[in-house]
């Protein structure tokens, strides 16, 4: 069965940086599509990124294009979200998904395993 293990949330001043990391046990996902999400206090889940098994595309929400990156390191099984330019408005939870059959990049729905998620607050 498969884990994933969020970490490197925290409380960040607007304008800094964090760098989120998504570590998976009891399986290898380098064959699978992994994306990072997030939730507000009384908001809907939300894409943020994601990634192909392969490295080589990258999806964001429009509005952390420019700011944030998403990256993998398939033999450490691990998948990174870099923050930079980090807003009030990025304050969430913030989770690990990954799906290794067809799965829509931007549907929370169509992901079949998630980490605990990890928070990021940022002080304006």
């Known amino acids: 069965q498969v884990q994933l293990v969020e970490s490197g949330g925290g409380l960040v001043q607007a304008g800094g940086s964090l760098r989120l990391s998504c570590a998976a046990s009891g399986r290898t996902t380098s064959s699978a599509a992994m994306g990072w999400f997030r939730q507000a206090p009384g908001k809907e889940r939300e894409f943020v990124a994601a990634?192909?098994?392969?490295?080589?595309?990258?999806y964001y929400v429009a509005s952390v294009k420019g700011r944030f990156t998403i990256s993998r390191d398939n033999a450490k099984n691990t998948v990174y979200l870099q923050m930079n330019s980090l807003k009030s408005e990025d304050t969430a939870v913030y989770y690990c998904?990954?799906?290794?059959?067809?799965?829509?990049?931007?549907?929370?729905?169509?992901?079949?395993?998630w980490g605990q998620g990890t928070q990021v607050t940022v002080a304006s």
């Open positions: 998904a990954a799906d290794w059959d067809s799965v829509n990049y931007y549907k929370w729905e169509t992901y079949g395993a």
């Open positions: 990634i192909s098994s392969s490295g080589r595309s990258t």
